[in-house]
């Protein structure tokens, strides 16, 4: 069965960075695109952007600043989402998803002198 | 990009309710459009997908219809499970929008 599994909660101080990881299982994980996904407390979902699994070519969404990088490593099916330059307002859940059938379960990354 | 507007933000209905949630897109989205259910502190859970065809395992009495660009997600007898968070979602043409969610409230 598909699976993705993040890594856990992080806390950071405004200005570090952090990676987040999406572990993919059950499916080839070069066949399917990995969207990320952001909800900050209380609001709604946010889509980030995508990366195409086979080419490593991301996509962002208009208007999200370079603080954010997809990445991957095919060898461990993994996908990663690096934030740079932390500020109090990237507190949010992070969700990796696989098309609209499957979501990780959510990082939650908490930005906090 | 597609914007997806979503209407009641908030709604409160009865156990036995017919319940019925709109998106609409700014442009043509063909059926790529999916509603979701969230709870507090869970990730969200896909009802229907491709605007009308519901979710392994989801109860029957979530529907979704569309006409043109608008969609509707439409729960035919409300339980107090289906107090929730429900989102659009659009996954057309390698973007995702998402609708701005409808709180749903049993009372």
């Known amino acids: 069965q598909v699976q993705l599994v993040q890594s856990g909660s992080e806390l950071k101080k405004p200005g570090a960075s952090v990676k987040v990881s999406c572990k993919a299982s059950?499916?080839?994980?070069?066949?399917?695109?990995i969207t990320w996904v952001r909800q900050a407390p209380g609001q709604g979902l946010e889509w980030m952007g995508w990366?195409?699994?086979?080419?490593?070519?991301?996509t962002y969404a208009q208007g999200l600043t370079g603080q954010f990088v997809f990445s991957l490593d095919t060898s461990v099916s993994t996908a990663y989402l690096q934030i740079s330059n932390l500020k109090a307002e990237d507190t949010a859940v992070y969700y990796c998803?696989?098309?609209?059938?499957?979501w990780g379960q959510g990082t939650l990354v908490t930005v906090s002198s | 990009d597609i914007q997806m507007t979503q209407s009641p933000s908030t709604l409160s209905a009865s156990v036995g309710d017919r319940v019925t949630i709109t998106c609409r897109a700014s442009?043509?989205?063909?059926?790529?459009l999916a509603w979701y259910q969230q709870k507090p502190g869970k990730a969200p859970k896909l009802l229907i997908y491709?605007?009308?065809t519901l979710e392994t395992g989801v109860p029957s009495r979530f529907s979704g219809s569309e006409s043109g660009t608008e969609f509707t997600l439409t729960i035919s007898s409300l339980q107090p499970e289906d107090s929730a968070t429900y989102y659009c979602?659009?996954?057309?043409?390698?973007?995702?929008?998402f609708g701005k969610g409808t709180k749903l409230e049993i009372k």
């Open positions: 979602q659009q996954y057309n043409s390698y973007s995702g929008t």
């Open positions: 998803t696989r098309g609209p059938h499957s």
């Open positions: 059950g499916y080839t994980f070069t066949n399917y695109a």
């Open positions: 990366i195409n699994t086979n080419t490593g070519d991301p």
């Open positions: 491709e605007a009308s």
């Open positions: 442009r043509s989205i063909s059926s790529w």
